[in-house]
């Protein structure tokens, strides 16, 4: 069974600093990107940043010069860092997949994690 095991989060300061990681697990597969989205109450999930294997990224405006994302070759594992967070970075934050698993299949189907929660007051 594959997963998407999402770690990190919590409850900070504005200003401050978390990091959220991603591990697939269960089964064999090739994945063409992954990334984060995130979704406020009462609002649209939208895509926060992406990371094709080839090491492509893609941020939101929203976080452009705050957040990167990064990926580890050897476990598929994908962080996001997130610096200097305002109080509208507040939501929960999902794990994204694109991916092909074996046996083969011609197109990536679209894998989401269980999120977490990132929350940013004073």
């Known amino acids: 069974q594959l997963r998407l095991v999402e770690s990190g989060g919590g409850l900070v300061r504005p200003g401050a600093s978390l990091e959220l990681s991603c591990l697939p697990t269960g089964g064999t597969f090739s994945i063409n990107v992954m990334g984060w989205h995130r979704q406020a109450p009462g609002n649209q999930r939208e895509l926060v940043a992406s990371?094709?294997?080839?090491?492509?990224?893609n941020l939101a405006d929203s976080v452009k010069g705050r957040f990167s994302i990064s990926r580890d070759g050897a476990t598929n594992m994908v962080t996001l860092e997130m610096d200097s967070l305002k109080p509208e970075d507040t939501a929960v934050y999902y794990c994204?997949?694109?991916?092909?698993?074996?046996?083969?299949?011609?197109?990536?189907?679209?894998?989401w994690g269980q999120g977490v929660q990132v929350t940013v007051s004073s």
């Open positions: 994204v997949a694109d991916l092909k698993r074996y046996p083969w299949t011609n197109y990536p189907t679209r894998y």
């Open positions: 990371i094709t294997m080839d090491g492509d990224t």
